[in-house]
C-alpha cells in the first residue's frame, strides 16, 4: 500500500497551486530542505514500526512532546497534526463556547504582528496554520512547505507562545456567532441534535449550548486564560508526514510548544447510559415542506471488539448509499425520501450510538417511521444476506486507501488512530479485522441493536402523522 500512497500524494501534490514556492528564486530548488540537523544531543530514541501502510517512527522529543512520524522523502511538504484531549466539555457554566472562542483567534495574530500581517506571513512562508475544537478535543494543523519549515514552525510558536486576542477579530467571532444563533434556529439538523440531546441526555454536558447570554459573557481575558486550560504538554499528542528526519523534526516542536504548561484541570465525566427510548417521535415544529427524521439509539464504543462487524452491518442497512437497506427500500421502492442513512458514533468519549437521519414530505412521515421501523424489524429478525456481507466487505476494505491521497489526509488519519488508543499497526491490520467478520457476527448484532424500540425518533418539521397509532 505505501507505494500506492505516494503516487497518490505526488499526484495530489502536482495538482495544488497554494503551496508552489513563491520567488523567483524558488523554482529549481535541488539542495533539499532548509531544516538544520539537530545539534549533537543524545539520540532521540525511535520505535520504527515498518508496515505494509507505512513506515511510522514514534518518538518523544527532549521536551517530551510524543510523535508519529512517516517520513516521505518524496513529497516537500511537512503536515502537522496536533491534538489535546480537552475539548468544549471544559467550558465553564455560562461561558459555553469559549473553546470555540479560542481556537478561533490562534492565526488572527500573534507578538508584533496583528491579524493582517499574520495572514500576510503565512502566505510569504506557503503555509496554512488553524485550529478548532470539538466536544472532547481541541486541535490544530498546519502545512508548511519542508524547506520553510523552521520559520514556519517560528511563526506558530509566536502563536502559542503570545496570541494577541485583539479585540477586532475577538469581537468579529462574537458577532458571527450571534448570527449562527439566530440562524440555528430554522437548521433542522441543530433542532433535532438538541431534542435528542435534552431527551437522552439533558445533564451531561454534550447538551450544553452556546447561548446569547454565553457569547456576551466571553472575554479576551477569559479566553487567553482557558487556552492555557485547553492547550498543555501533558494532553498533547502529534502526527506528522513529510520530507523531514526525527532529529531535525524534534527541536522544531520543542521549539513550538515550549510555552504551553505543562498541565491542567479539566473535568470528566461518567459515560452516559441512555435511557429507554419514547414510545412516540418527538416532535419539533418547524415550518417547512420537508421533514427531518432522525433516529438514534444505543450502539457500541470503538474499542468494543465488535466495533468491525457493527461497521459492516451499518454500512448494509444506511451507510452503503444506494446499495444500503434502507435507501433501497424507503426511496427506490417506496418514493419517500431522497436520502437516508445511518452512522455509528463509537469514537466520543462519553457516548456511544447508532444514529440515522432522513428526510420526508411533512404528510409522509408517519409512512416513514413505519417502513424505516419495519426494515429494522426484518434485518433484527433474519439478518442479512451472504451476498449483502461479502459487498460490504468489499467497498469498506477496497475504499479505504483513498482517504490516504495527501500528506494531510495521512497526518489526520494517524492522529484518529491515535485519538482511538489504537496500535500503531491498525493500517496494516484494519482489513483483516474486517476480513474476519463472519455472518453469525453480524446478525448477531442485528438483533441486539436494530430493535425498533431501541431508537428515539426526532422530527423537525410540521408532520402529518395519518397512520394509527398501533400501525408506528
Known sequence: MRSLLIALAATALSACSYFEPLGPDAAGVTDGPAVPEAAAEPALKVDIHDGDFAQIQQFTTPGGVSVWLVQEPSIPILALQMNW?????ADPEGLEGLADAVVYQMNEGAGDLDSLAFQTRMEELNMSFGCG???????????????NAAEAMDLIALAFANPRFDDGPFERHRREDLIGLKQRETNARYLASTATANALYPDHPYARQVTTESVEARTRDAALAHKDVLMTRDRLLVTAVGDISPEALAPLLDR???SLP???AVPSFEPITLPDAPADP???DLSQPQSLVSFTAPGLERADPDFYAASVLNYVIGGGGFESRLMKTLRVERGLTYGVGTGLRGSSAYLHTWIGSGQTKNESVGEFITVLKDELRMIAADGVTEQELADAKAYITGSYPLGFDSNGKIAGNMMGVRQEGLPVDYFDTRNAYIEAV????????AAEYLQPENFTFVVVGEPDFTRPEDER
Not at 85 to 89: L, V
Open 262 to 264: 505543562e498541565t491542567s
Open 438 to 445: 463472519t455472518l453469525e457476527d453480524v446478525n448477531r448484532l
Open 85 to 89: 484531549e480537552a475539548g468544549s466539555t
Open 133 to 147: 475544537s470539538g466536544a472532547d478535543w481541541t486541535n490544530c494543523s498546519a502545512r508548511m512547505l519542508t524547506r
Open 256 to 258: 513550538v510548544f515550549a
Open 282 to 284: 418527538i416532535v419539533i
